[in-house]
């Protein structure tokens, strides 16, 4: 069993300095769920 928790969030995109890939957290979490929920 695998548990991720918060890997990405809702804060201002204005002051993200990293991880770049984190602030499209729709994205992230659709990705996400290709890996995971086959």
């Known amino acids: 069993k695998v548990v ?3 890997l990405t ?3 201002d995109k204005k002051l993200l ?3 770049l890939w984190s602030a ?3 994205l ?3 990705e ?3 890996c995971y929920y086959v």
Do not use: F, M, T
Request: no cysteine; charged share 30%.
């Open 4 to 6: 991720i928790h918060r």
């Open 9 to 11: 969030g809702d804060g």
């Open 17 to 19: 300095v990293a991880p």
């Open 24 to 26: 499209n957290k729709k």
């Open 28 to 30: 992230v979490i659709n």
């Open 32 to 34: 996400l769920s290709k």
